[in-house]
């Protein structure tokens, strides 16, 4: 879908955009496009495994070609395989759980070998994953808090799926206007990128006021903010960033002409 920029539809909206770096910076010039104000309050961060020992084992087994499959699920991890400075055998294959970690993994210079097509999560990469290559050893470097959706998920294909923790998610205090201004209603809308962004907003900004909408970022976002015990309005049908925010635009712009009628 593409919604037109004309009359700014969400001139006036602070917007809420829970991560930082590149994503947070485009995301942001994405709405303000759109006339919203972005306010950048990164709410998760990434840090070293706790064990970076045993991440060290795995990823040399890899690079000895001890896996038939490697398998990607976040442009952090991408980050992991840069700073260890992998190489991933040819005899490996490598999966990517969605488009933007998949241009990931070919910026680095890694050949992605397979990404479902009609959902990018760690659930759609199991129900695509393709028939002729069931059987084989799997390695699954994610975060520390990562379920066990596709080690689960993997093995009951009958593949042999072993995860290790590539890096720490943890959280990251908001600053007290930022928290005030939720509380207070000025920020408009909250865009809700990941679970680990759903529990953070619960844990530091709940409960959000009425009038404050939550757009998720796909339907299994949605289901880990729900399940944090966030209420959330609006689903982008893809998970990508523009999907998010054309998501908040429609709703903004649905509201208008409710208001004119």
Sequence with gaps: MTVQRAGKPLDGW??????????????AATLRSYGAVPVIAPMIN??????PRTLSDSLKRLERGDFDWLVITSAT????????QVTVPST??????????????ALAGYQ???????????????KEWPASAIGGRVLI???DIAEPTLVAGLTALGLEAEFVAAYRTVGVPVSEHVAADVASGRIRAVLIT?????????????????????????????????????????????????????TLVEHALAERTATHE
């Design 194 to 246: 990941s679970g680990s962004v759903a529990r953070q907003v619960q844990a530091q900004l709940a409960p959000l006021p009425d009038d404050t909408i939550v757009a998720a970022i796909g339907p299994r976002t949605a289901f880990d903010a729900r399940a944090a015990g966030i209420t959330v309005h609006l689903i982008a049908e893809s998970r990508s960033a523009l999907s998010l925010v054309e």
């Design 112 to 126: 992605v070998d397979f990404v479902p097509e009609s959902d990018n999560s760690a659930r759609g990469l199991v």
């Design 14 to 27: 602070r917007v809420l955009v829970p991560r930082g770096g590149k994503w947070g910076d485009s995301v």
């Design 141 to 143: 470097p994610q975060s």
């Design 46 to 51: 990434f840090a070293s495994a706790e064990n």
């Design 92 to 105: 490996t294959r490598i999966a990517a759980v969605g488009e933007t970690t998949s241009a990931a993994l």
């Design 77 to 84: 991890t991408v980050d992991v395989l840069m700073s260890q």
